[in-house]
């Protein structure tokens, strides 16, 4: 499925998946779909989502998993998408680095993940700002901050 997205797209989308499967059942809600697509500064039209969505919850369970999202994804996605992407994600950090420093506080990331996603525990924030954190010092640079929501 996923053979027309490119490995480096493969990659972000597994980790944007992943993020919000909190309870890693390998199945993500469809509303989180589109919050999705947005924070990777995709345009979306609502009604191709709806229809997208439709056709790959095929049992309405309200939910999709990997591929399906991939699908839905990629419908989106284009090469354009990716330097857009990587603007919007530059906006996001810059937002948080107030002082332009080139690095935030893990407790702004902490922000940033829970705007993303409210149903994360404090336990799995803890968890994913521990792997973005690598270095242990409390915050986060841009690199840290790019790798974690494209896999580069």
């Known amino acids: 499925?996923?053979?027309?997205?490119?490995?480096?797209?493969?990659?972000?989308?597994?980790?944007?998946?992943?993020?919000?499967?909190?309870?890693?059942?390998?199945?993500?809600?469809?509303?989180?779909?589109?919050?999705?697509?947005?924070?990777?500064?995709?345009?979306?039209?609502?009604?191709?989502?709806?229809?997208?969505?439709?056709?790959?919850?095929?049992?309405?369970?309200?939910?999709?998993?990997?591929?399906?999202?991939?699908?839905?994804?990629?419908h989106f996605l284009d090469d354009e998408d990716n330097e857009v992407m990587q603007k919007e994600l530059k906006e996001a950090f810059r937002l948080y680095d107030k002082d332009g420093n080139g690095y935030i506080p893990t407790s702004s990331l902490r922000e940033i993940l829970m705007a993303l996603d409210d149903q994360l525990t404090p336990d799995q924030l803890d968890e994913m700002i521990g792997e973005i954190d690598t270095d242990g010092s409390g915050t986060v640079d841009f690199e840290e901050f790019m790798e974690m929501m494209t896999g580069d």
């Open 1 to 74: 499925m996923t053979e027309s997205l490119d490995e480096e797209q493969v990659t972000m989308l597994r980790r944007a998946f992943s993020m919000f499967d909190s309870s890693k059942a390998g199945k993500i809600e469809n509303e989180k779909v589109r919050t999705i697509l947005n924070t990777l500064g995709l345009a979306i039209n609502d009604l191709e989502l709806e229809a997208l969505l439709e056709e790959e919850d095929k049992e309405e369970i309200g939910k999709l998993n990997f591929d399906s999202f991939c699908r839905v994804a990629m």
